[in-house]
């Protein structure tokens, strides 16, 4: 796992159950959590470890927080280390002494979740783009000069994911392909990308695209964010007549949810355990060739044992009979309801035999990612 | 008290809010008989202390009762107020014994 | 290959046949010229398409970033309506104006 981004988030306060929930959350969300409860212990961690970001309770005995930024600031190897601090609701000095001290952001306590998890975000993803990250993006995409080898992550190479998978390509190239990776502990990412026409070239866009995907796919980015920067990179690097579409399903299988963000690609299929599949539809603008794109986003719980699906559209498209994908699906959905006691393994290659007609010849590259909870 | 409630609101499972609420009543114990011992002695800087401790914990799981109790017993102590301290703490105590029983009852 | 018809500032181009990978680089030829023009519109009339696929959507895509380069206007027209479903599903209705074929 050459690229992923780890994220490690210091927590500093003197109450354990803030500690203790602070910690919880953030662990859900894929960061690594340090804590400590008191100044000095938080000053050594933070040198020790180098954490990426600091929550910082602004009133401890003996040390407080105000100390403790003023030491961390001194300090070369920590002063870097965007802090955010909590405080009271009414503290107005303690918010501009925390500033001025050079605090990044405050969160007022009783803090909301949703609130400190925005902040975390935000300014892990300023500290970042400072660090110049970002930039060396497109740098590192231009060195490229292999085409894609079969960096296709199998089943067994990712055993966690819990992933099937059918991949049978019209040429040999291919054009449409697929990627897993891990994004944390708990939180898997499944990818797949439908490549505009059968070019050769396409196989460096996809060797592109994996290392796009490394890059952008992590905690701090919600998936349509992922998405858009992807289609940022890739406007200016494909040809004005190539696009992509492209389904990015995120799970968290700690906090049992599914993040769906779709680029202009035939919908995910939900089934659940105890249940009907349905079609999740999600928004969005294909990949690579406007400028101004929108990404919608929808989370839905899960539960282990549900399994969902992507899918490229040459599973469903049947263009001997003038049909595009959208007409497809009523078909495919069905299928999916027939293979509920097909186990995990099996998942990906009983839908695409159900599928595919063996009298004709396939037209276009067929991908089938079969994932369970 | 809704536990699954208050798990919701900060976006946890049940479980594991209550291993957040279990946390929650042991620290706080010590903290309750440190406040008890300040509102007797009038000793303000150990009232002021042990009642924003128990603010904070209350606060970040949602038990808004004990929280407001604590904040009105701290903001009076910062300024030498010890009036109306015991019966606040008392009704604090009152309801941190709900919780306990609550936990005893879903542990069973 | 295409009817092409200019009126003023407008410029029509009715492929009349299926918008697929086999006649995309023939099609792209043919409006590569028209969209450096700079019309003020630049119309397709798919009129008896009855199939598109994403070599062909791409061509037409690409045209309509051509022609807004100049400030132009791209419509598609007459589009069947499987074809506009599929239009709709990946949001092209929201980067330039598609217009379902009447009845």
């Given at each position: 796992m050459e690229e992923k981004l780890n994220l490690t988030i210091l927590i500093v306060d003197d109450s354990?159950?803030?500690?203790?929930?602070?910690?919880?959350?953030?662990?859900?969300?894929?960061?690594?959590?340090?804590t400590a409860n008191s100044g000095p212990r938080a000053r050594k961690l933070a040198v020790e470890k180098r954490p990426d970001l600091i929550i910082l309770d602004i009133m401890m005995p003996e040390e407080d927080?105000?100390?403790?930024?003023?030491?961390?600031?001194?300090?070369?190897?920590?002063?870097?280390?965007?802090?955010?601090?909590?405080t009271g609701k009414d503290d107005l000095e303690d918010k501009l002494s925390g500033f001025n001290l050079g605090a990044v952001d405050y969160i007022t306590k009783p803090f909301q979740v949703a609130e400190v998890l925005a902040r975390v975000r935000l300014h892990l993803k300023l500290s970042i783009a400072t660090n110049s990250l970002i930039t060396s993006q497109t740098n590192k995409l231009r060195q490229l000069e292999k085409a894609q080898t079969s960096m296709l992550t199998t089943p067994e190479q990712l055993p966690k994911a819990n992933f099937s998978v059918y991949y049978s390509t019209f040429l040999e190239a291919g054009g449409d392909f697929y990627?897993?990776?891990?994004?944390?502990?708990?939180?898997?990412?499944?990818?797949?990308?439908?490549?505009?026409?059968h070019d050769i070239a396409t196989s460096y866009i996809t060797a592109?695209?994996?290392?796009?995907?490394?890059?952008?796919?992590?905690?701090?980015?919600?998936?349509?964010e992922s998405m858009r920067m992807i289609n940022d990179v890739l406007v200016e690097i494909l040809s004005d007549t190539t696009y992509l579409t492209a389904c990015y399903a995120k799970l968290n299988r700690k906090k049992k949810t599914l993040t769906i963000v779709n680029a202009g690609h035939p919908p995910v299929i939900y089934l659940p355990k105890k249940g009907e599949p349905r079609l999740i539809d999600v928004d969005g603008d294909i990949l690579g060739m406007f400028k101004e794109v929108y990404y919608g986003q929808q989370d839905i719980k899960v539960s282990p044992g549900d399994r969902f699906f992507l899918y490229s559209d040459g599973l469903i498209e049947k263009p001997a009979l003038k049909k595009v994908w959208s007409e497809c699906l009523p078909e495919v959905l069905e299928a999916c309801s027939n293979i509920k006691d097909t186990p995990t393994q099996g998942l990906a290659l009983e839908l695409a035999c159900l599928m595919i007609d063996k009298t004709c010849k396939p037209e276009d590259d067929i991908v089938v990612l079969g994932v369970e909870v | 008290m809704n536990f699954s409630e208050l798990a919701e609101n900060i976006g946890l499972e049940e479980d594991e809010f209550v291993e957040l609420v279990e946390l929650f009543v042991e620290t706080s114990t010590s903290h309750l008989e440190r406040l008890q011992s300040a509102i007797d002695k009038g000793n303000t800087q150990q009232a002021v202390e042990a009642a924003h401790y128990v603010k904070g914990a209350a606060g970040n799981l949602g038990f808004t009762g004990i929280y407001d109790l604590s904040k009105a017993i701290e903001e009076k102590a910062r300024q030498n107020i010890f009036e109306g301290a015991s019966e606040a703490l008392k009704a604090i105590r009152d309801r941190y014994d709900q919780i306990v029983e609550v936990l005893r009852w879903k542990k069973s | 290959m295409s009817e092409i018809t200019k009126d003023g500032d407008q410029t029509i181009v009715k492929p009349g046949q299926d918008v697929v990978a086999a006649m995309a680089e023939e099609f792209k030829n043919e409006l590569r010229p028209l969209a450096k023009e700079g019309p003020k519109e630049l119309v397709i009339d798919l009129e008896g398409v009855e199939m598109v696929d994403s070599v062909g959507i791409g061509v037409l895509i690409a045209t309509h970033n051509s022609v807004s380069k100049s400030d132009g206007k791209f419509i598609v027209i007459n589009v069947s309506k499987n074809i506009y479903g599929l239009f709709k599903t990946m949001r092209l209705d929201q980067h330039f104006k598609v217009m379902m074929v009447e009845g």
């Open positions: 354990s159950v803030s500690v203790s929930l602070l910690e919880t959350v953030l662990l859900k969300e894929g960061y690594q959590v340090i927080g105000f100390e403790v930024i003023t030491r961390l600031k001194k300090n070369a190897r920590t002063a870097s280390i965007p802090v955010v601090f909590l990627d897993v990776f891990q994004i944390s502990e708990d939180m898997f990412g499944y990818f797949v990308v439908d490549v505009s026409g592109a695209i994996k290392a796009l995907l490394k890059q952008n796919c992590n905690p701090i980015y919600q998936p349509q | - | -």
